[in-house]
Structure formats: C-alpha cells, structure tokens
C-alpha cells in the first residue's frame, strides 16, 4: 500500500530507525554526561560557551557515525551495534583529549573557550573518522 508514493514499509523502517537512533542519542547523553567531570547542562544554562562548544562538538561528533551507519545499514541491529561502537569512541575521544591538556573539565567550568573548542573540534574529527570508517 502507498501513501502519496510512499509505502507503508519504508514508513514503517523510517520510525523504526528514527526511534532507535533518538534512544541511542540519549544513551550517549546520559553516558557522556556521567562520564565526564562537569555539569554540562548546568554550564550551559548558566551560557558558559565552552561548554556549549564542548558538548555540541560531541554530540554532533556521535550523530555523524550514527547518521552513516543508518544510511548504510542493512539491519536495525548493525545500527544498534555501531552506535553502541560510536558511544565508546566518543568516551574514548573525551579520555584522549584530556591527555594534553589536564584540568580541561576545570577549564571549562572556568568558561575557557579554547578548552571547550579543543574538546568539541577533537570529538567532531573522531565523529568524522570513526563515521568513514563504518562506511563500507
């Protein structure tokens, strides 16, 4: 059956992989914000930039894999599977990045937007390389 030329099928697929990617969207949330130091939501509320840049930077960082394994999955299990994958690089990329620069949650308490630019650029290039990557 169509409606307006589109079956019911792919309707069906689109709502199946939209609810699946928004549930995988707030795991991240919550595991991104237990995992690291600082109070995003608070910080932003409060309209600490760095914070905003930060967390944007790795929420955008952990949608783009998600958005390519969706274009290219075959099942609603690999996008499952991969955005489970794309959470544990995001984390990976936080711990990463703390390398160089120690103290980067207290700077970005502090409102220091280069930290907030460095957390947020980091997770946007692992988002991209980890998104290629699942790319077959």
Same mark, same amino acid.
């Given at each position: 059956?169509?409606? !307006?030329? *589109?079956?019911?099928?792919?309707?069906? %697929?689109?709502? @199946?992989?939209?609810?699946?990617?928004?549930?995988?969207? &707030?795991?991240?949330?919550?595991?991104? *914000?237990? +995992? #690291?130091?600082?109070?995003?939501?608070?910080? *932003?509320?409060?309209?600490?930039?760095?914070?905003?840049?930060?967390?944007?930077?790795? &929420? +955008? /960082?952990?949608?783009?894999?998600?958005?390519?394994?969706?274009?290219?999955?075959?099942?609603?299990?690999?996008?499952? !599977?991969?955005?489970? !994958?794309? *959470?544990?690089?995001? +984390?990976?990329?936080?711990? &990463?990045? =703390?390398?160089?620069?120690?103290? !980067?949650?207290? =700077?970005?308490?502090? /409102?220091? #937007?280069?930290?907030?630019?460095?957390?947020?650029?980091?997770?946007?290039? /692992? /988002?991209?390389?980890?998104? @290629?990557?699942? %790319?077959?």
């Amino acid at each position: 059956m169509e409606i !307006i030329g *589109i079956s019911l099928d792919a309707i069906q %697929s689109f709502l @199946a992989y939209l609810v699946t990617a928004t549930a995988l969207t &707030l795991i991240y949330v919550f595991v991104y *914000i237990w +995992v #690291t130091p600082h109070p995003e939501f608070k910080l *932003i509320r409060e309209n600490n930039l760095a914070a905003s840049v930060a967390f944007g930077g790795s &929420l +955008v /960082g952990f949608s783009l894999p998600l958005a390519s394994v969706i274009a290219h999955s075959v099942a609603l299990t690999d996008c499952v !599977i991969w955005g489970l !994958i794309a *959470i544990l690089v995001q +984390v990976f990329i936080f711990f &990463l990045v =703390r390398l160089p620069i120690p103290g !980067i949650s207290e =700077r970005i308490e502090k /409102g220091e #937007t280069s930290s907030g630019l460095w957390l947020g650029a980091a997770s946007l290039t /692992g /988002g991209l390389l980890n998104a @290629a990557c699942m %790319s077959p």
